[in-house]
């Protein structure tokens, strides 16, 4: 098994003759056109119930008052206009659906087409994890928005992707063959996505060619039937740069009709196409403040050449400027609250401000974004991010989930009420419409999709998340591990201990107490570079020095951050005694000799979680080779390679972080353990034949700053 069919594997599962009698004759669709979502789903259906129970049922179209067994899908319009009513069918949200296996008639209405997919593959994962109990219920999406983005770019490569180029973009144009488009849309379909923005968000204008937007054309056709729409990022500057004009200003009216034409050609060829993507005056990408213009001004202009088309704006709240090093003032977590804040109720309906999870970036943990906080008359998008960019590029193991939860379920208090981050953007808290999710994922044409058959979890729950943000971290492991390896009790403990340690291991051995991923963060985003935080104009400071560490954020000695956060909030991380020990660092500078509430100091906290992470990693070598023989051995040599070379990687972590802060701050390890090796024989001690030693930079990434090559 390649992993290329994910957790829709459909692997075949015994079925005595009481499972036999429950599985359907015939599936019976309420619109038999191919290229509609039903369809879909009923051929989705037929391949399942052969592939798991090899059981053949015919496609047919609808009889109503039929005595054999039988599952009937489509919405509950077409259900009713064909069936006459149907009192039992609860009330449905858009794209909810009602699944009731109750009796020889299984029916799977959705509110719309979509709604009927995700129904049916919620049957399928039900059957592929040999449930065939009777149930009945309805589902209905927490928010109307769940996407996801694509960093690729038009020579197929992608930004922050580690399975492989594009899927979509080769040599500046898109792929003739979209297999794999299909078989993404599947995969996303049955997690209940319904859009996907497909080129990098730092966008380039030659998607907007005619040639390249009748590509689009082709690709959104591949994701129609699986109720899939396609959006796509702009660039600021496109009518400088494509359109030959000689301004981009956002308020020129020549600006303001080449967008609406251009939009006009996008949905020629797109005529669905689900809206704009737009990161501007951020990290170089242009913007509307080259003319002075604010980013509502920006955001705008795009939301009213989508809106006679029913597209929305998906504008970025990612936007910070290059500090200035010499000014310890500034923070970059204070810009999104800055740049947005006084802009709240100027954006137009049909504009969504997607909001990174933390202030920062993706880091291993970050405070929620105060910006959730700030925006009543707006509406909100949360952003993940399922490629583990700064959290080991998918060569390690880190099941995201409880990381997300750690803000997801942040309440903000907002007016001194429940103000759950879920409840704010998913548009409950304030009363928006519109809302949801977006996460970056970046598949590749690897067969693995990330790069790593377990890193498929990750994507996996944030598509229950996007639906249900209250859904529980490891109920959605399970049940992705059993459709994954199958239903072998030792798989699915082991694989699940492994993902529920995985996180908490990673940042006890990248960064802990809030100071922050402490990788290289100047590009790469990966590996262990402590010094690359301080001291320049993209750092976050982690401001170390040989006395102490972390960043006063502060409203009475600091940079004001935590002033940015409602009255309560604000006082809980304003004060070292109320602010929780695991985000010290992000809001606090203190002595390495400064007491936790656990009654450590900080420093040998450091050196403590770098042993007891590393030492965790290591575990999960041994753990998954006690899985040998009962999975395939070609996703079980895969994964086994990866966590071999996390195991060793984790080590570098811990020594290069410990080592590294042993020499800033002199303090010993009361286990001392840093910087005594005493059983290690050093490469470059030994007697070397055919090698050469060399000096490794940064220093803290081999001990004593010498290998051999
Ligand atoms: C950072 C990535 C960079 C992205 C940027 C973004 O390193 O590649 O362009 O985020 O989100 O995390 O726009």
Redesign the pocket.
């Known amino acids: 098994e390649n992993g290329l069919d994910g957790w829709l594997r459909y692997a075949s599962l015994p079925c005595s003759h009481q499972c036999q009698s429950k599985l359907p004759a015939s599936i019976m669709l309420l619109n038999v056109t191919e290229t509609s979502p039903v369809y879909a789903a009923g051929s989705e259906i037929q391949d399942g119930l052969k592939r798991i129970y090899g059981a053949h049922a015919q496609i047919s179209q609808i009889q109503c008052k039929t005595s054999s067994s039988t599952v009937v899908v489509g919405t509950v319009e077409q259900y009713r206009k064909t069936c006459g009513s149907s009192s039992e069918i609860p009330e449905l949200e858009e794209d909810g659906f009602w699944l009731s296996t109750e009796g020889p008639k299984i029916r799977i209405l959705g509110s719309t087409e979509s709604g009927a997919l995700y129904g049916a593959f919620e049957y399928l994962s039900m059957l592929a994890q040999g449930n065939l109990s009777e149930v009945s219920y309805a589902t209905n999406p927490s928010a109307p928005i769940r996407w996801v983005n694509q960093?690729d770019n038009m020579d197929g490569t992608i930004?922050?992707g580690y399975g492989g180029p594009s899927i979509f973009f080769n040599n500046g144009a898109i792929v003739d063959d979209l297999t794999r488009v299909k078989q993404y849309a599947r995969l996303l379909a049955s997690i209940r996505i319904n859009a996907v923005v497909v080129n990098?968000?730092?966008a380039n204008a030659t998607l907007l060619t005619p040639e390249n937007l009748k590509g689009l054309g082709r690709i959104a056709d591949v994701f129609r039937p699986y109720g899939i729409k396609v959006g796509i990022s702009l660039n600021f500057a496109s009518p400088e740069t494509l359109g030959g004009l000689d301004t981009f200003d956002p308020l020129d009216p020549s600006v303001i009709s080449w967008w609406s034409n251009i939009t006009e050609q996008v949905y020629q060829h797109v005529p669905d196409m689900a809206g704009y993507l737009v990161?501007a005056d951020?990290?170089g990408?242009p913007g509307p403040q080259t003319y002075n213009r604010t980013l509502s001004d920006g955001a705008n202009l795009f939301a009213r050449a989508v809106h006679p088309y029913g597209g929305i704006v998906m504008f970025?709240a990612?936007v910070y400027n290059q500090l200035n090093e010499s000014n310890w003032t500034e923070d970059r977590a204070n810009a999104a609250v800055n740049f947005f804040k006084d802009l709240d109720g100027e954006f137009d309906d049909n504009v969504v401000v997607q909001i990174?999870y933390g202030p920062i970036?993706?880091q291993v943990r970050e405070p929620a974004s105060p910006l959730f906080a700030n925006l009543l008359n707006t509406s909100t998008a949360m952003?993940l991010?399922v490629t583990q960019?700064?959290l080991g590029q998918q060569s390690h193991l880190v099941y995201l989930p409880p990381l997300w939860k750690t803000v997801l379920d942040f309440d903000l208090r907002v007016d001194g009420k429940p103000s759950l981050v879920r409840d704010v953007y998913t548009g409950k808290r304030f009363k928006r419409k519109l809302g949801g999710s977006a996460a970056?994922v970046n598949v590749g044409t690897n067969t693995t999709w990330l790069g790593s058959h377990l890193s498929m979890s990750n994507l996996y729950a944030y598509g229950r998340l996007a639906w249900n943000p209250t859904d529980d971290s490891q109920t959605m492991l399970q049940d992705w591990i059993r459709l994954t390896f199958g239903l072998d009790r030792t798989v699915l403990n082991t694989i699940t201990k492994m993902s529920m340690e995985s996180w908490p291991a990673y940042e006890g051995y990248s960064g802990n107490l809030g100071i922050q991923t402490l990788t290289d963060i100047l590009y790469t985003?990966y590996g262990p570079n402590p010094a690359s935080q301080d001291n320049n104009g993209w750092g976050q400071w982690t401001r170390a020095d040989h006395i102490g560490i972390g960043m006063d954020r502060t409203v009475s000695n600091g940079t004001g951050f935590s002033g940015q956060y409602p009255d309560e909030v604000a006082a809980m991380y304003e004060s070292i005694d109320t602010t929780p020990d695991d985000l010290l660092l992000w809001f606090h500078h203190v002595n390495y000799t400064h007491r936790l509430h656990s009654g450590k100091t900080v420093i040998q906290h450091f050196y403590d979680a770098h042993y007891t992470g590393a030492a965790t990693a290591q575990t999960f070598f041994t753990q998954w080779e006690s899985l040998k023989g009962k999975i395939d051995d070609e996703r079980y040599n895969h994964v086994l390679r990866l966590l071999d070379y996390q195991s060793g990687h984790s080590i570098i972590w811990r020594d290069a972080i410990n080592n590294f802060y042993y020499n800033l701050s002199g303090i010993p390890d009361t286990a001392n353990r840093v910087n005594h090796h005493s059983w290690r024989i050093e490469a470059e001690n030994m007697k070397l034949d055919g090698y050469k030693t060399y000096t490794v930079s940064p220093f803290e990434t081999a001990s004593g700053s010498m290998a051999i090559v």
Request: aromatic share 20%.
């Open positions: 960093w930004e922050r990098n968000v730092n990161k951020s990290e990408q970025r990612f990174k970036d993706f952003e991010e960019e700064y970056v985003h």
